[in-house]
């Protein structure tokens, strides 16, 4: 049997650069579920379909093959047999990622694939419904959060490091929306699955909510 931890949380919490390190610490494969819906979501930029068209949407995802790869550790998501790391990190996409993937379709497909790949290998696996939908009989639980505030701050940080200029009130406007969306929507909204442990990472270093992540993985499978 695979070893599987889940992690879900909003937008910027920091799942995947903690899951990165545990996936590595640990000799996990790190599956970041994000990184799917936005492949997706670029393939419906790609096709000129909007957010809203939800027909087109549940019809045309049929046609995005997305498949995933390790290379030294690291996700490859290929669109299409195209590796499209390199495309999905925009703040379109990811808006287009959080409209998109409240279609039924477009969930139906990429969950089918996180749970292949969760029963081969041992994963962490990050994303909003991991505990609740995907793998509800996960090994570990984490549901991991930050204030709206801290997260802005966060992202605000790594866009001006890029030498983009930005403004903070309105990236915490986005993050806010963005997760109301994610928490409100029909099907597998962001909540917390009644056996995950709720880690608020808004006054915690990296390092410390990696720890605690790997002492509740190693006293699972001590067991
Ligand atoms: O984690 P991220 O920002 O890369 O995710 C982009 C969007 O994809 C997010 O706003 C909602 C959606 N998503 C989802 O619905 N379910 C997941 N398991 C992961 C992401």
Do not use: W
Not at 23 to 51: H, P, Q, S
Not at 85 to 96: A, F, L, P, S, Y
Not at 209 to 217: P, R
């Amino acid at each position: 049997m695979s070893f599987n931890v889940a992690i879900d949380g909003p937008a910027g919490a920091g799942k995947s650069t903690i899951a990165k390190k545990i996936a590595k610490k640990m000799g996990y494969i790190y599956v970041d579920t994000g990184a799917m819906y936005r492949a997706m979501a670029l393939f419906f930029i790609e096709n000129g379909i909007k957010a809203e068209e939800t027909d087109k949407i549940n019809t045309k995802c049929k046609d995005a093959d997305i498949t995933i790869t390790h290379e030294n550790g690291e996700q490859i998501v290929l669109l299409n047999g195209k590796n499209v790391n390199g495309m999905i990190r925009t703040e379109e996409v990811g808006n287009m990622a959080s409209a998109s993937s409240v279609n039924r379709e477009v969930r139906e497909k990429l969950v089918e694939l996180q749970q292949k790949l969760a029963k081969k290998t041992d994963v962490i696996m990050d994303g909003r419904d991991i505990g609740t939908v995907v793998l509800p009989q996960a090994d570990v639980k984490i549901y991991l959060t930050a204030s709206s505030a801290v997260r802005a701050k966060r992202r605000y940080d790594e866009l001006t490091a890029k030498g983009e200029r930005v403004d903070f009130d309105h990236i915490e406007q986005r993050i806010i929306e963005r997760d109301h969306r994610d928490m409100t929507r029909e099907i597998s909204p962001l909540k917390q699955a009644e056996d995950a442990i709720r880690v608020d990472s808004s006054d915690m270093g990296i390092d410390e909510v990696v720890d605690t992540i790997i002492k509740l993985c190693q006293n699972k499978q001590s067991k």
